[in-house]
Each structure stands twice: as C-alpha cells, then as structure tokens.
C-alpha cells in the first residue's frame, strides 16, 4: 500500500508556472503507475497526468497536454507535476493517486489558484 502528500501549489499569474510534488510512503512506489487528478469547486474529481512505473510513458487529458509534464523520481519515491502556461482554469485542488486511484490512497491535496 502506498501513502502520499501533496505539496507545492499556491497563487500564481496566468502564464505562470508551478511545480508540484507527491511524496510516496513505503517500499512500493514504484510498483505502480500513478497519477495527478484535480477538483474544481463545484465539479467532479478529473484525471489530469499519468505516468507508468519505470516513467517512460507518460499520458495527458488533453486540456493539460503541451502546458503539464509529469515525471517521476522512484530513487526518491516522488512524483512531480510541472506546471506552465497555467490559466485560470486550471484552478483547483491538485491530488496524486496510483493510476488507476486507489480509494485508500487519496492525500489531502495541494490548492492550485490561477488569477486572470
């Protein structure tokens, strides 16, 4: 079973960037093929990023695809989610998970807000 925490999100600038991380408890990270999934207020949790287990296959929704790149870092048991271009509709809370999620595995996530 995998643990995660969330981190790096906050208030930036149309245009701008952010780089998130999940940091992974235990000793099989890197078992798993895992993911970035975010909720906006009012609507449902939606996949963003997902990447295999060695991460040399990485897949995006398409409204993230050439801004986003996910990548990780199983020496460190980390995930990352770099963040450019961002806009204001990609304010929302930001979660890592296994791909596909685990229900046990949800963190408490990281607020993303993007102003115009």
């Known amino acids: 079973q995998v643990q995660v925490v969330e981190s790096g999100g906050g208030l930036v600038q149309a245009g701008g960037s952010l780089r998130l991380s999940c940091a992974a408890s235990?000793?099989?990270?890197?078992?798993?093929?895992m993911g970035w999934f975010r909720q906006a207020p009012g609507k449902e949790r939606e996949f963003v990023a997902g990447?295999?287990?060695?991460?040399?296959?990485?897949y995006y929704s398409d409204s993230v695809k050439g801004r986003l790149t996910i990548f990780r870092d199983n020496a460190k048991n980390t995930m990352y989610l770099q963040m450019n271009s961002l806009k204001p509709e990609d304010t929302a809370v930001y979660y890592c998970?296994?791909?596909?999620?685990?229900?046990?595995?949800w963190g408490q996530g990281t607020q993303v807000t993007v102003s115009s």
């Open positions: 235990g000793r099989t990270f890197s078992r798993y093929d």
């Open positions: 990447i295999n287990r060695s991460g040399s296959t990485t």
């Open positions: 998970n296994r791909d596909p999620p685990g229900d046990n595995v």
